[in-house]
């Protein structure tokens, strides 16, 4: 799975796609077992990842950072909430889109 529990919060192993034309966290791609996200951002100066951590960060109510993959399309998340909020509130987000 995507998500996993860790000391002080949970991992989300995710797979980015930049400059898409319309931003969402999606489903989890089984073969590479990471939540597939779209981004509006270009790829360049750090806007895709901020994007990227804008858009976990309105989705889970909660800081986010990168912590792994920051110049890679294949990112980890670090989300300071139990895995199973962070489960809810991805539903919820996915959801409204």
Do not use: Y
Not at 30 to 48: C, F
Not at 69 to 95: C, D, F, M, W, Y
């Amino acid at each position: 799975m995507a998500l996993r529990d860790v000391k002080g919060g949970t991992e989300i192993d995710i797979m980015v796609t930049p400059n898409a034309k319309v931003p969402l966290i999606g489903d989890v791609d089984e073969w590479r077992r990471r939540l597939v996200v779209k981004v509006r951002a270009v790829p360049s100066e750090g806007r895709a990842n901020q994007a990227v951590c804008e858009l976990f960060e309105k989705a889970l109510s909660s800081e986010v950072e990168i912590v792994h993959g920051s110049t890679n399309r294949h990112k980890t998340l670090r989300v300071p909430l139990n895995k199973e909020i962070v489960l809810q509130r991805l539903e919820v987000a996915r959801e409204e889109c």
